[in-house]
């Protein structure tokens, strides 16, 4: 009977928190109503509906009737900031202690909610800096501050726009969650069998086409949903399964569903949830943020097709011969919501209006046809799953905002940016160094927004001050958070893939890592500064033509090098000679890209 109700309450749940995102998406309130609200809508779905998600469905009666509890709290707190929220202005710096009691459980519950869909990882992180806020006198060098009790950080963190209602929670209530129903609403319609289909008519017909089928289909997925792991285990179900049949060893098969899904997070135009918090932080409109991503986006999916087709002719693989599924053709209506988001941004728009029309668009088109139209079991299913990913991110971006919170309250964002530059000497690559290694090991245990929030309060600002431009030290830090998806030790994406595959974990995330190396490459190229600017589009039209056409080459052989086979098998010494071809394309300049090309040359027309 609980399970029951459990589940209507988490579907009218859903259903009211559309239909408020949708409003405050023509009709946007002010952030201390808005965000608390998102908030309130989230905790219902989390805390309630955690274990109407979970696939176990063993948890005890107490542990059900306590969640209920915690969203009410929840939700009570929330209520009382909106409901206050005047009078709480008026009296900024003078909090009661009702004011207090009411932050101190909000940050409580915030940390629960985000243990329970992001792990400890980022609750850890949080907690750590909660105690750092604590002790700063006691602490060490340029760690020392002043330190602050309990009053003041709780006063900080719930009743200003400086912690959990911050730019990150800001983001995730104006349209994160609309896009993750968008894409919902899409893939419950037969968009998910759609974007197959037409991968399938891009590459299918190929050397090694499932697999490129899967890359490509999870490119245009992974831009969805804006998570690896949410992509993995959505169309790794279908496309891990093809790759193998297809002759891909099983750890292999993984590893580039992995690869492929953590690239979704970095293909215009929607990019996941990250790029959006990366715009707002930046107040870099969305659409410029998205073109200077395109052609990084590129290069990391030319790589990762190239490795597939070395692969396959390495293994002798034929093109596939299997008839393709002509039920394609139906659905491609489905791709007009994605048209609309896009002209609504090129208008200039913001990308709250452009979700807007997004889900308004795509609840429409599903109707155009009778085997795409939403009963209303289909629409339930929506709901609920566009909760269960926003939900996700709702909890990461709360707790990041505490991270966040304490880092503008005690001014470490600028001691970490001191302790940067004096580890690097003042050396740029020693600096681009040190915060990629950062956004890598903060992004094994975080969710890639949580990663992107936390290093762009601590480490870009040590990038920018070294001469990095601030869009390009940005996306620096943002392309490591993705890539840690699928980083050993902790690659998430990776397992997530390897549990379907039933390959081994650890093989298939040092595989995944290989053929997603042009990931660590990119970035250091785009943020050394005007030589490589062309690669984020910006420049004369011949320099972004020569920077793309070079970039292809030097990531073919990138590819080649890391696979071993171009249209032969490789030794060891022309392996290398690849690796350094691949470099000096990839370098800006005539002079290295003509050595590029002929140490590149002197590989592939050797017999």
Not at 86 to 96: A, E, M
Not at 199 to 211: H, L
Not at 395 to 420: F, N, P, W
Not at 561 to 571: D, E, K, Y
Request: glycine share 10%; proline share 4%.
């Amino acid at each position: 009977m609980f399970k029951i109700e459990r589940k209507a309450i988490v579907t009218a749940a859903a259903a009211a928190a559309a239909v408020f995102h949708m409003y405050a998406a023509i009709a946007p309130f002010t952030a201390l109503i808005q965000r608390p609200i998102h908030l309130a809508f989230m905790s219902i779905l989390g805390f309630v509906g955690v274990d109407f998600y979970s696939k176990k469905g063993n948890t005890s009666s107490w542990s059900k009737y306590l969640s209920v509890l915690l969203a009410c709290l929840t939700v009570t707190s929330c209520i009382y900031l909106v409901s206050q929220n005047q009078v709480l202005v008026s009296r900024s710096g003078s909090p009661t202690d009702l004011d207090l009691i009411a932050g101190f459980i909000t940050v409580l519950l915030v940390l629960e909610l985000a243990r329970r869909f992001t792990g400890w990882g980022l609750v850890t992180v949080a907690m750590l800096a909660l105690a750092f806020a604590f002790s700063g006198p006691y602490l060490p060098g340029v760690l020392a501050h002043r330190g602050y009790g309990i009053q003041r950080l709780v006063e900080h963190l719930y009743l200003s726009t400086e912690g959990i209602w911050g730019i990150p929670l800001g983001v995730s209530a104006q349209f994160v969650y609309l896009f993750i129903l968008f894409g919902a609403v899409l893939d419950v319609a037969g968009g998910g069998a759609l974007l197959i289909g037409l991968a399938d008519r891009v590459a299918g017909k190929t050397r090694g086409g499932p697999a490129k089928t899967a890359a490509v289909a999870s490119a245009f997925m992974g831009s969805l949903s804006g998570s690896a792991v949410a992509n993995v285990v959505t169309t790794g179900t279908f496309t891990i399964p093809l790759m193998r049949r297809a002759g891909f060893k099983p750890y292999f098969a993984a590893a580039i569903e992995a690869a492929a899904s953590t690239g979704g997070q970095l293909m215009p135009p929607i990019m996941g949830a990250g790029a959006f918090i990366l715009a707002t932080w930046t107040n870099i409109p969305y659409g410029e943020v998205a073109l200077a991503a395109t052609i990084p986006a590129i290069l990391y999916y030319v790589a990762l097709l190239m490795a597939i087709h070395f692969q396959a002719c390495k293994m002798g693989l034929e093109p596939s011969t299997q008839t393709r599924d002509e039920k394609v053709w139906s659905r491609i209506h489905l791709l007009l919501p994605l048209v609309a988001i896009v002209i609504v941004l090129i208008q200039g728009r913001s990308p709250m209006r452009a979700a807007f029309w997004g889900v308004a668009s795509a609840w429409a088109v599903t109707w155009l046809r009778k085997d795409t139209r939403l009963g209303w079991r289909d629409i339930a299913r929506a709901l609920d799953s566009g909760a269960k990913g926003a939900v996700q991110v709702a909890a990461a971006c709360a707790a990041a905002g505490i991270v966040v919170g304490v880092a503008s309250l005690t001014g470490i964002g600028l001691r970490m940016s001191e302790l940067i530059i004096t580890l690097s000497g003042g050396n740029l690559f020693g600096a681009l160094f040190l915060t990629g290694l950062g956004s890598i090991i903060l992004g094994m245990g975080l969710p890639t927004t949580a990663a992107y929030v936390v290093l762009a309060a601590l480490g870009a600002p040590a990038l920018t001050e070294l001469g990095v431009p601030l869009l390009s030290a940005h996306l620096f830090i943002f392309y490591f958070g993705c890539i840690s998806n699928v980083t050993p030790p902790v690659s998430l994406a990776a397992y997530a893939a390897a549990g379907i595959a039933d390959s081994p974990p650890m093989k298939t995330a040092f595989t995944a890592a290989i053929l997603a190396s042009v990931g660590f490459i990119v970035p250091f190229m785009f943020a050394f500064g005007e030589g490589f600017s062309p690669l984020l589009l910006q420049g004369s039209m011949l320099g972004i033509v020569q920077a793309l056409c070079t970039g292809i080459a030097g990531v073919t052989a990138l590819a080649a090098a890391g696979i071993g086979f171009t249209s032969r098998p490789v030794m060891v010494w022309e392996r290398m000679l690849l690796g350094v071809a691949s470099g000096t394309l990839m370098f800006p300049g005539w002079e290295t890209d003509i050595i590029g090309v002929v140490l590149l040359a002197l590989i592939l027309l050797k017999k």
